[in-house]
């Protein structure tokens, strides 16, 4: 590892980490407290933390101090929606302590507001399930919702504060009767938090017809990498998060991404996910134009995109190009359990599957301690909280 390299400042999870150190860059982690990416071995220091949600701020300060003390600019690696936003707000004052690529602004921002993103649908013809936007407010919109059932309702801005209470740990709620409908708007309602939501067809078929088109659009607009990948089991199991991941070879898919790519003139990295409906047709879910999960599977599978941006933005030659090995695998090993028991499948038989992924994230014989203390940090805060519980405070007389 050279040590004059510019650090990586990661803000994000170990799935982001360690396709950076697995190519010797030096890392940054800002990260919760008790996250993998502190305790591991790439990370040469953790930075303090502030809810992006909450405090977008008091995070951009805490870069601005790290980024500007450094001898060479740090490249700067952003992974959920809230910093995504944060980068993109921010991105003038950002630029002058750090490197980093991302989308325009205004693609950003249609993208991030699902309201917006049905707009940008439409101008530009992405193959998009028919659509409904909902103000909660107005029950002149959840009167005039006109879907076939059964359909899903997802948030406009994913935060997980404000919609977990409502839907759980779920991606998006699914609605197969107006029954259920009723019952979603009255939690909506009692919530007494202002939402917006969209509504929107569903696909048929299991989430393992989800499929994922992964691209690096560098500042000339060339893509310099890709790959492909299908979603194996989710938990929950429908509309949930992703435990376990498969990189694929699927033309059909790539050559959609591509053209989407030049659609809406991206560049930066991207996750374009869609379905693939019963006759073959390939529908798009979302578009997230930041780093996520799939990097790590992909650097071990011979496509590190993380590791692409950060040679090109500091001007190292750029390796030739490489297609990622289909068939290498990804798993979130306890909620890739918690889903194959759901599914029925024989534990034997998914233990074996398992750790005959290539990747299991967090379980890694050269990295054992970031999993280990992270369990230990999080099993301390839960007996504190048992021990030690806050009191309500008391009303002054």
């Not at 502190?38 to 303090?48: H, I, P």
């Not at 008091?58 to 936003?85: C, I, S």
């Not at 194959?340 to 990295?367: H, Q, Y």
């Not at 940090?377 to 405070?393: C, D, E, F």
């Amino acid at each position: 590892m050279n040590t004059n390299q510019p650090f990586a400042c990661v803000m994000g999870d170990i799935d982001l980490l360690r396709p950076l150190g697995l190519a010797g860059i030096p890392c940054v982690a800002l990260t919760k407290p008790g996250t993998m990416p502190r305790y591991s071995r790439y990370t040469k220091t953790s930075l303090d933390w502030h809810d992006p949600w909450e405090q977008p701020e008091k995070v951009v300060e805490t870069l601005m101090r790290f980024g500007l003390d450094q001898k060479e600019k740090p490249v700067l690696f952003y992974e959920h929606d809230a910093l995504l936003k944060i980068v993109s707000k921010y991105r003038n004052e950002l630029s002058r302590a750090f490197r980093f690529l991302i989308a325009e602004e205004n693609l950003v921002d249609e993208i991030l507001d699902k309201y917006k993103f049905h707009e940008l649908a439409e101008r530009a013809g992405l193959p998009v399930p028919k659509t409904k936007l909902i103000d909660a407010a107005s029950e002149t919109d959840w009167n005039e919702i006109d879907l076939q059932f059964p359909f899903i309702i997802k948030p406009v801005t994913r935060s997980p504060a404000l919609w977990n209470p409502v839907a759980g740990s779920a991606k998006a709620v699914h609605i197969g009767t107006p029954e259920d409908l009723r019952e979603f708007k009255k939690r909506v309602g009692a919530a007494k938090t202002k939402f917006e939501l969209i509504a929107q067809e569903l696909v048929a078929g299991p989430e393992s017809a989800i499929e994922s088109y992964q691209v690096y659009v560098d500042g000339t607009g060339e893509i310099a990498g890709e790959f492909t990948g299908k979603k194996i089991r989710t938990f929950p199991v429908e509309l949930g998060h992703s435990c376990s991941l498969m990189i694929t070879d699927t033309e059909d898919l790539a050559e959609l991404g591509r053209e989407l790519v030049r659609k809406i003139n991206l560049r930066g990295v991207a996750e374009f996910e869609f379905k693939r409906a019963p006759d073959g047709k390939l529908f798009l879910l979302e578009i997230n134009p930041r780093f996520n999960l799939w990097h790590h599977l992909g650097a071990v599978a011979g496509v590190n995109l993380p590791a692409l941006v950060y040679g090109d933005l500091i001007g190292l030659p750029r390796p030739a190009h490489a297609s990622a090995r289909a068939g290498t695998r990804w798993c979130r090993v306890w909620q890739d359990l918690r889903a194959s028991r759901a599914d029925g499948i024989p534990l034997t038989k998914w233990f074996n599957w398992a750790m005959s992924c290539e990747v299991k994230r967090g379980l890694t014989l050269d990295d054992p301690l970031p999993i280990f203390l992270g369990g230990v940090w999080r099993t301390s805060s839960n007996l504190l909280q048992i021990i030690s519980p806050k009191r309500p405070a008391q009303a002054k007389t």
